[in-house]
Structures are given as structure tokens and as C-alpha cells.
Nanobody, 116 residues
Framework: QVQLVESGGGLVQPGESLRLSCAAS????????MGWYRQAPGKQRELVAR???????NYVDSVKGRFTISRDNAKNTVYLQMNNLKPEDTANYYCNAATYNIVRAWGQGTQVTVSS
């Protein structure tokens, strides 16, 4: 069973950057499709970015060109580089791990707040 721990959230001003990390343990990391999701107060959780075991990525339209998802299988870690952050990016960010389109685990979340 895979376990996930996110880190890297914080309070930043609009236009600044953050890099989120999600460290996995307990299973073979390289086989999982890894996703970053976010949930703002009063809103549904939404997919932000996903990276497959083969390295294929996809993004929600609102972050294309600003966010980059990557993975380091040697470190069992997936990253979300977030540039040019906007107030509407404020949310709790979660990572998950999936195989065969079935979610196997969620992390506990890390808060990102973008405010001047």
C-alpha cells in the first residue's frame, strides 16, 4: 500500500512561485500515475495536473503554461512547480496515486495561499 506525504505549501504574493513535493513510500512508485488536485473552500476538488508512469502529462486549462508536473522515480517523489501564482490558485493541494484508473492513496494535503 502506497503512502503519500505532501510538502512545500505556503503563503506567497501574486506572481511568485512555489514547488510542491509529494513523497511516496510503501510501494513501487514508478508504476503509479500521480496526480495533483486542489480544493478551495466551498468548491469541489479538481484535478490540476497528472503524470503517468510513462511520463505523459496533462493539465487543467487554468494552469497551463504556469504549472509543471514532474516525477523523480529514484526519489519516489512527484513535484508540482507553480509559477506566476494567482489568488485563484489558493487551495489545499493534494497528491494521489493511481493504477488502472483506480485511486490507491491520497496525501493529507498542503495549503497554498496566494495573497498580497
Amino acid at each position: 500500500q502506497v503512502q503519500l506525504v505532501e510538502s512545500g505549501g505556503g503563503l506567497v504574493q501574486p506572481g511568485e512561485s512555489l514547488r510542491l513535493s509529494c513523497a511516496a513510500s510503501g510501494s513501487i512508485f514508478s508504476i503509479y500515475t500521480m496526480g495533483w488536485y486542489r480544493q478551495a473552500p466551498g468548491k469541489q476538488r479538481e484535478l490540476v495536473a497528472r503524470i503517468t508512469d510513462g511520463g505523459t502529462t496533462n493539465y487543467v486549462d487554468s494552469v497551463k503554461g504556469r504549472f509543471t508536473i514532474s516525477r523523480d522515480n529514484a526519489k519516489n517523489t512527484v513535484y508540482l512547480q507553480m509559477n506566476n501564482l494567482k489568488p485563484e490558485d489558493t487551495a489545499n493541494y493534494y497528491c494521489n496515486a493511481a493504477t488502472y484508473n483506480i485511486v490507491r492513496a491520497w496525501g493529507q494535503g498542503t495549503q497554498v495561499t496566494v495573497s498580497s
